[in-house]
């Protein structure tokens, strides 16, 4: 990539969303106008203060936050503590944080700076439930042609899904808003389970940001290693999933990753397959293209992407 981009991060941290706002923090080709928190991982209470507290660790004070939704669109709100721990950050003791919420609203955020920065220039990185996006879609439709891209962690094509048999987190959370936000005709890079659970943080590629010696990567080696035990135990690999930060990395290096455009549509009706993400990867439906849904990556070349990256941080 070769100019700066602008990027809004929707968030809901977690610790592998600490480590995507991380790696957007340290890249210069990155222009972070703003994070903006959902209800998710856990409640909105925890992640608007996780999202401050990463800014503070990663030095980045300016960079305005911003409270949204508290719960989905249509359904009760269901948190992953399981995966997280209580505060959703668990693993390094990171202080108070020192930057601020901002007042506005998350989705007011969002509506203003697409309709505010130049048409086709701003990328919504969404990596937790699609609510604030579907939202600000649906009150101000007006914005999705000016949005450049999106590019969010969420669903599953042959991997099915991680919190039931058919369904990613993301998207399971909030259906409702995922159904929006694939019907806005807006270009959507998706970053599947198919892809995140070849990013293993395994043992040794952890050491590696532990070894940084900078404050970030002890954090992010505390925290990956809080996040990886529930995944070792669930799937048996070594190391747990870095999903979201493959959001960022594509931005920064789409060439280690590979897809195809495929027409995805997202199931709001069936209790047993809600939020399954319906992927056309065969091409068999003739549906149209939404999506670009990446199936593979080079697991080496993110994680020194992202160590070399983290290394310029405090
Ligand atoms: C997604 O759900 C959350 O637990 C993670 O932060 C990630 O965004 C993976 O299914
Ligand atoms: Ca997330």
Redesign the pocket.
Known sequence: MTTTQSLIIDT??????AVAILLALASPEINLLGITTVA??VPLALTEVNARKICDLGGRQDVPVFAGLSRPLVRDLVT?EH??GRTGLDGPDLPPPATKLQDQHAVDFIIDTVRAEPEGSVTIAP??PLSNIAMALQRAPDIAPRVRQIVL??GGCFEGG??TPAA???IYVDPHAAAVVFAAGIPITMMP?DV?HKALTTARRNEALRALGNRTGQAVAEMLGFFERFDEAKYGSDGG?L??PCTIAWMLAPEIFSGRHCNVEIETASELTMGMTVIDWWQVTGRKHNAFVVGDLDADAFFELITTRLARLP
Request: without cysteine; charged residues 20%; hydrophobic residues 30%.
């Open positions: 809901d941290p977690g610790q592998d969303d998710g991982n992953a995966v997280h990596i937790g962690m969420g991680n919190i990613e987190f993301n389970l995140t999933p999903h979201d």
